[in-house]
């Protein structure tokens, strides 16, 4: 565990959870800054950047709708996506087995293996930070994170339905 953590007991629960609210939006920030970085050295917008990481853990191709829904973007603007990103040849549209009026999408494998590359260096230096804590610890720094994206899907989604005011 890290050094500058405090020890059960050390800090009020609501101390506790101050800190954690400000390390979260700080986290937030400084990983945008982090994907505006690795976006620009390998020579991508932040949003397709986002788009090729969420295509890396998708499990196989997907349409251009599940795009839109990972992303967040409307229809038109994944399809934009799609097109730019077909054009600098970092994804590839395959026809969907299933459907043939459909096409898929998948990362075209030199640019998984460019944007691999690139990820080297960062990957190594966040896995050494989770190096230093336990099983039991990794598991509850997992199972915030998930629960953090559910919720801040969620909210993501009701944002969007409520629209501006």
């Not at 629960?13 to 620009?40: G, N």
């Not at 969907?96 to 009026?101: N, S």
Request: with cysteine.
């Amino acid at each position: 565990m890290s050094t500058d953590s405090p020890r059960p007991g050390e800090w009020s629960r609501a101390e506790l959870l101050a800190r954690i609210v400000t390390e979260s939006q700080r986290h937030y920030a400084d990983y945008s800054l982090f994907t505006q970085a690795m976006a620009d050295h390998v020579g991508l917008h932040p949003t397709d950047m986002q788009c090729v990481s969420l295509l890396d853990m998708e499990p196989g191709p997907v349409s251009t709708g599940d795009i839109a829904r990972l992303t967040g973007l409307t229809s038109g603007s994944a399809t934009r996506l799609v097109d730019r990103l077909v054009k600098a040849g970092v994804v590839e549209r395959r026809a969907d087995p299933d459907d043939r009026r459909r096409s898929l999408v998948v990362l075209a494998p030199a640019a998984r293996e460019r944007i691999g590359a690139a990820w080297d260096v960062p990957g190594r230096a966040f896995g050494a930070v989770l190096d230093g804590y336990s099983d039991a610890e990794l598991a509850v720094i997992g199972d915030y994170l998930h629960r953090a994206a559910e919720v801040g899907r969620a909210q993501a989604r009701r944002l969007h339905a409520e629209g501006r005011p």
